[in-house]
Every structure is written in C-alpha cells, then in structure tokens.
C-alpha cells in the first residue's frame, strides 16, 4: 500500500421504510441499521491503522451522520465539500419498486430518453469531472496522510469508472458500491489508481433497504 491513500465510503443504510428515491431530498437520515453500518466502516478505517488527515462529506444528512463515527474514532472534523453531494434526479419523491413503481409508470417513459447522458438526472460526465475535482484538491491540500470522503453510490462509481478507463454509461442496477462500502484510490505520476474495495457494513446488509437514488 501506499504512504497516502484516498476512501471513498458510502453511506449507511437510510430509514426509507417506503423505498422512496430520495436523491437530495431533505429529512432522509440513517436507520438505526444505518448508524451501524456506519460505524463498521469507522471501524475499518481504525483498524488499519493509518493516519487519516482529512474527512470530507457531502453536505447531505445521511453522508454527515456517516462521517460522525469516523470523526469521532480518528478525532477529525467534518469539512463539508458540496461536489460529493448526490446527483439530481428527475425521480426524486417516486417510489422505485412494486405496483407504484415510477419506472412502470408510462408518463415518466420519457425521462428514460437518453440512456448515455442519462436524461433523468445530472450527466454522468459532470458528476466524474466535479467527484475527481474533489479527490485532486483534497489531495493538494495535505502532504501527509490519508483522506476519508464520505458520499453516494453514483458519485463513487463514477469516480471507479473513469478513473479505470470505463465508459461511464452503466446499468445503475448494477454498480458494486454497497452501503457503508470503502472504495480505496492512490495517486501515482499524477494518475488516480483504485486500489482496494472493502464492504465492512456487509454483515449488516440482509434486508436493508436500499433505493437512494437512480
């Protein structure tokens, strides 16, 4: 591994009791599952036992209550960076699943016009460009230590994506980024190269819910 390394980590599990896809939405905080979810993924980072000198989070509810345990363990302060925040998203306040499920739903068909942007929501290429902003400054701005960045799905998988060389168009269905997951890069010659991949909310995920976002 390397002297200085960059985690990116999801948040827990949110209390969503109605699988609504929340995106920015205000009021979505972490369930009780959550908090340990959380709290694994701060664990983790102690137990490797290297120093961290930067904890950044989105400046949405759940990121902050999951960067709280990791503040707390490794006495750091939050700093809030907004480029980490969810992207938009045209379904925001829909329900994704079951008989009410806006996807079904023939007068929302036309947001799924542009698959490769995506037209539902914040095109994929500007969230990459402003997570690997995010990731360029906070490096820049310490010489020592490791940086913690706490966010969402889409953003991190975005951030996976480009950083290997992938198309950025994806099946959201499919991204492996699960809740409370560590995401771990290193900078080389002036390239981002992901390194690692850990899931330590894995014990916890049985039956969570999990419908953010698209």
């Known amino acids: 591994m390397s002297d200085r390394l960059l985690h990116l980590v999801r948040h827990g599990e949110v209390h969503n009791p109605d699988g609504v896809l929340y995106g920015r939405l205000p009021g979505f905080g972490l369930s009780e599952r959550g908090r340990r979810m959380a709290e694994a993924a701060a664990l983790e980072l102690r137990a490797s036992d290297r120093t961290v000198a930067q904890l950044v989070a989105s400046p949405l509810q759940r990121a902050q209550e999951s960067a709280a345990p990791i503040a ?80 969402h799905q889409a953003v991190i998988w975005a951030a996976h994506r ?17 809740l409370s997951s560590i995401t771990t890069f290193e900078r080389r010659g002036g390239r981002w190269y992901e390194v690692d991949y850990r899931t330590p909310g894995a014990g916890l995920a049985e039956g969570s819910i999990d419908v953010g976002a698209v």
Not at 80 to 103: K, Q
Not at 162 to 178: M, Q, S, V, W, Y
Request: glycine share 8%; proline share 7%; hydrophobic share 35%.
């Open 72 to 151: 707390q363990l490794l006495g750091l302060e939050t700093r809030i960076d907004e480029r980490l925040i969810e992207p938009t998203n045209a379904f925001e306040g829909l329900v994704r699943d079951g008989g009410r499920s806006a996807f079904r739903n023939p007068r929302y068909w036309h947001r799924f016009w542009n698959p490769f942007l995506p037209s539902w929501g914040e095109p994929y290429r500007r969230i990459a460009n402003r997570v690997r902003a995010a990731m360029d400054d906070a490096w820049e701005a310490s010489r020592e230590g490791d940086i913690v960045m706490v966010s």
């Open 162 to 178: 480009d950083i290997g060389g992938e198309p950025l168009f994806h099946n959201p269905a499919k991204r492996r980024c699960e």
